[in-house]
């Protein structure tokens, strides 16, 4: 049979999931990642990511808002969606999906930017015009005290939110991590690192992803992009990046020295279909190199325009090592038997329902969501509309 | 033979029930069916297997299985005794029509039919996100096709490669141990086929099944016993290579 190499059991020749499962975790990673990246200024105090928090809280949203669509694609009945809501089975890690979206969605995302905004979504209600007014009015849930005690006890309420946020954003990406990692009978997934693995893995995205976000959009708005915040974002990104590749390598290590029974079928697997994927493109280009490119940064005192293309650089490495990571976990999968004895090769497709196209759209579709959020809920003061542009 | 008119009279409307039956293709019913007197399983004798594939066209013709998908299938093993842990493993179409000759050499050949192992632990029923799929009180793993997802979890989660998402109904799709028939008192398809008596159905509630004096006076095993799934299909003469 085309595709197959060695022995596959027969149900197994075609892949049960598709790109948009590989995208999926790619896109809730980037979720929790953002928001991890915004607690730090909220929780920790870390001032200098400050023109970055209300940006990360939106991507964060923006990103929230399409991560079941690939899910919702994917599934043969989406009509019977509903019903992991209505009857969840209480044994079932997807089942918890449900559950984990909605509470982060509302409790944690829309609960914090709302708090956070409060103040400019009242003053706008009162100051626009039109149906955007009414839009406002509708965003102000009819509180409009703005007092500065009221205020106060937003920021209050906010830094409360963030905090219960942060393991919700552990919680959200956990719990993609350990619908693989809880498959005893995949070896490729079996493994109680996964979850961890999928958390520092999506910070590391998150955090990428937002700034390269905030250099592009300042850019764009032909503002100068502070050089204090992205070298502590870049910061940031190079520890956490460090943290990942170590619990990466720590489960390669093992499944090396423990050679158990899948070793020989994976091993191969590895050097062959997924030496792409995996060797170069995940470990070499989209992980040790953006390693030594943040690793230079910190120990050399380059120039400020030289630091930010290296940041622009490590940012879109690191995502499309993060992408590759997700590819490969999904993906590579599902390319070896059960059976250890064969091969299969997943052929994507371009304009069906699971397609490349699709793909492509929902990657762009977060962004078509932030940049509406952005003019609905400006993340920056408007004093800044009228600084000076950059010199970059 | 000498039929008296009496005879007569009673062979004649039993002769047009069991003719009924045979056209309809469907077997009597047994009404007093009770799911928990039941636990059921299977025994394959490896060493009786020809790989002759009746019993994959049988489950292919009985549940409208459809093509490129198994609920049931034979694979042949090719054997080195130098290196058990790679052996030649085959399954053309299922071994629904049968196997290729063999090539004549020093290595050992067998064939090991395959069909869902209706797990005591499944994991695909952990995993379901709705308990569309669930084992019954009469040991049976089933799917509620109007209420699964389609979201093939469950495929990912049987290691025997059991499962698929059915290409029409979008659905997923497994052996039933033919449950149509067990209701009504008959055997499943597969077994009723079998030309060597290779697959045997088995209660293993029913102490008067003869499960019970085999598993005691046989070394049976189950397949991959490491994972823990309380599989309810007994292999005889299992070869150690066999995934």
């Known amino acids: 049979m085309s595709g197959v190499e060695g022995f596959m059991y027969p149900n197994e020749i075609e892949l049960q999931w598709s790109v948009l499962i590989v995208l999926y975790p790619f896109i809730t990673g980037l979720v929790a990642g953002a928001f991890i990246l915004a607690s730090l200024e909220r929780v920790f105090r870390v001032d200098a990511v400050k023109p970055t928090y209300r940006l990360a809280l939106l991507t964060a949203l923006s990103f929230?808002?399409?991560?079941?669509?690939?899910?919702?694609?994917?599934?043969?009945?989406?009509?019977?969606?509903?019903?992991?809501?209505?009857?969840?089975?209480?044994?079932?890690?997807?089942?918890?999906?449900?559950?984990?979206?909605?509470?982060?969605?509302?409790?944690?995302?829309?609960?914090?930017?709302?708090?956070?905004?409060?103040?400019?979504?009242?003053?706008?209600?009162?100051?626009?015009?039109?149906?955007v007014r009414w839009i406002y009015k509708l965003m102000t849930l009819g509180s409009n005290n703005i007092s500065p005690r009221s205020l106060a006890i937003d920021d209050r309420v906010g830094w409360i939110v963030t905090l219960v946020g942060i393991p919700s954003a552990f919680l959200l990406h956990g719990y993609v991590g350990f619908i693989?990692?809880?498959?005893?009978?995949?070896?490729?997934?079996?493994?109680?690192?996964?979850?961890?693995?999928?958390i520092f893995s999506a910070m590391v995205s998150g955090i990428a992803g937002v700034m390269l976000l905030y250099m592009a959009i300042t850019?764009?708005?032909?503002?100068?992009?502070?050089?204090?915040?992205?070298?502590?974002?870049?910061?940031?990104?190079?520890?956490?990046?460090?943290?990942?590749?170590?619990?990466?390598?720590?489960?390669?290590?093992?499944?090396?020295?423990?050679?158990?029974?899948?070793f020989r079928s994976l091993n191969f697997m590895v050097h062959t279909q997924l030496y792409i994927p995996h060797i170069l493109i995940q470990i070499c280009l989209g992980t040790l190199t953006p390693l030594i490119l943040l690793f230079l940064t910190q120990v050399v005192k380059f120039p400020e325009i030289v630091r930010k293309r290296i940041y622009a650089i490590s940012g879109s490495l690191a995502l499309i090592g993060i992408f590759a990571m997700r590819w490969n976990v999904v993906i590579g999968g599902q390319l070896f038997s059960k059976s250890f004895l064969g091969y299969t090769t997943y052929k994507m497709s371009l304009v069906t329902k699971e397609g490349l196209f699709v793909a492509i759209f929902l990657t762009l579709l977060p962004l078509v969501f932030l940049w509406i959020l952005i003019?609905?809920?400006?993340?920056?003061?408007?004093?800044?509309?009228?600084?000076?542009?950059a010199g970059d | 033979m000498k039929i008296s008119r009496r005879q007569m009279l009673i062979l004649l409307p039993?002769?047009?029930?069991?003719?009924?039956?045979?056209?309809?293709?469907?077997?009597?019913?047994?009404?007093?069916?009770?799911m928990t007197d039941h636990w059921w399983g299977m025994l394959i004798d490896i060493s009786k297997c020809i790989g002759c594939g009746n019993c994959v066209r049988a489950c292919q013709t009985e549940n409208d299985v459809p093509d490129g998908f198994f609920r049931t299938w034979v694979e042949r093993y090719h054997v080195s005794d130098e290196?058990?842990?790679?052996?030649?493993?085959?399954?053309?179409?299922?071994?629904?029509?049968?196997?290729?000759?063999?090539?004549?050499?020093?290595?050992?050949?067998?064939?090991?039919?395959?069909?869902?192992?209706?797990c005591a632990d499944s994991p695909c029923t952990q995993v379901c996100p709705v308990g569309a799929t669930f084992i019954s009180p009469d040991g049976v793993v089933l799917v509620d096709q109007k209420y699964c997802l389609g979201c093939a979890y469950c495929v990912q989660a049987c290691p025997?490669?059991?499962r698929y998402i059915h290409p029409e109904k979008k659905v997923a799709d497994k052996c039933t141990l033919c449950k149509h028939?067990?209701?009504?008192?008959?055997?499943?398809?597969?077994?009723?086929?079998?030309?060597?008596?290779?697959?045997?159905?088995?209660?293993?509630?029913?102490?008067?099944?003869?499960?019970?004096?085999?598993?005691?006076?046989?070394?049976?095993?189950?397949?991959?016993?490491?994972?823990?799934?309380?599989?309810?299909?007994?292999?005889?003469?299992?070869?150690?290579?066999?995934?």
């Open chain 1, 64 to 131: 929230l808002l399409v991560a079941p669509l690939p899910l919702q694609l994917h599934l043969g009945h989406p009509e019977r969606s509903p019903e992991m809501y209505f009857t969840p089975h209480s044994t079932s890690a997807m089942a918890m999906f449900g559950y984990v979206y909605l509470w982060y969605l509302m409790a944690v995302l829309v609960l914090e930017i709302w708090l956070d905004y409060r103040r400019e979504i009242v003053l706008l209600s009162q100051s626009s015009k039109g149906l």
């Open chain 1, 375 to 389: 003019k609905l809920l400006p993340p920056w003061p408007e004093r800044n509309a009228h600084a000076p542009a």
């Open chain 1, 219 to 262: 850019k764009l708005r032909k503002q100068k992009i502070d050089i204090r915040c992205v070298d502590s974002i870049a910061m940031y990104l190079f520890y956490i990046f460090i943290i990942d590749f170590s619990l990466e390598m720590l489960d390669l290590v093992h499944r090396i020295y423990e050679a158990d029974e899948s």
């Open chain 2, 181 to 243: 028939r067990l209701v009504k008192g008959l055997t499943t398809a597969c077994c009723e086929v079998c030309p060597t008596g290779a697959r045997q159905l088995a209660d293993l509630k029913d102490p008067n099944d003869p499960i019970h004096a085999f598993l005691k006076t046989h070394s049976v095993q189950v397949l991959k016993p490491q994972m823990a799934t309380g599989a309810k299909i007994f292999y005889n003469d299992l070869d150690g290579s066999v995934r």
């Open chain 1, 180 to 198: 693989f990692g809880s498959i005893k009978a995949n070896p490729w997934w079996s493994s109680p690192l996964m979850p961890v693995v999928f």
């Open chain 2, 160 to 162: 025997y490669g059991c």
């Open chain 2, 83 to 118: 290196d058990m842990t790679e052996p030649e493993v085959i399954s053309p179409d299922g071994g629904k029509e049968g196997f290729p000759v063999a090539q004549q050499d020093d290595k050992k050949y067998f064939f090991v039919p395959k069909l869902c192992n209706h």
């Open chain 2, 14 to 34: 039993a002769a047009a029930v069991a003719w009924e039956s045979v056209m309809a293709g469907t077997p009597e019913d047994a009404p007093n069916y009770k």
